[in-house]
């Protein structure tokens, strides 16, 4: 099961989960180790996160938007 853990004003938490590039080619994920996902858009190690978000004082929307139906 995949499980994708939104950090506050951080990173996404990704366990389960494959990540690869736009050729297909893998990234290297140790089964069952979470991996941290960029969601500031700062990171040098994209589409990892490097603490960036700290650096750059990112703020997060507060939550989740409903899905529009």
Same mark, same amino acid.
């Given at each position: 099961m995949t499980k $994708?853990?939104?950090k506050a004003?951080?990173?996404?938490?990704?366990t389960g989960a494959d990540v690869v590039d736009e050729t297909g080619a893998?990234?290297?994920v140790e089964a069952g180790k979470p $991996?941290?996902?960029?969601?500031?858009?700062?990171s040098h190690k994209k589409p990892f996160c490097d603490?960036?978000?700290i650096k750059i004082g990112f703020k997060a929307a507060e939550?989740?938007?409903?899905?529009k139906k």
């Open positions: $994708i853990t939104v004003n951080g990173p996404y938490l990704v893998s990234f290297p $991996i941290a996902l960029c969601r500031c858009g700062a603490g960036s978000h939550g989740a938007a409903a899905a």
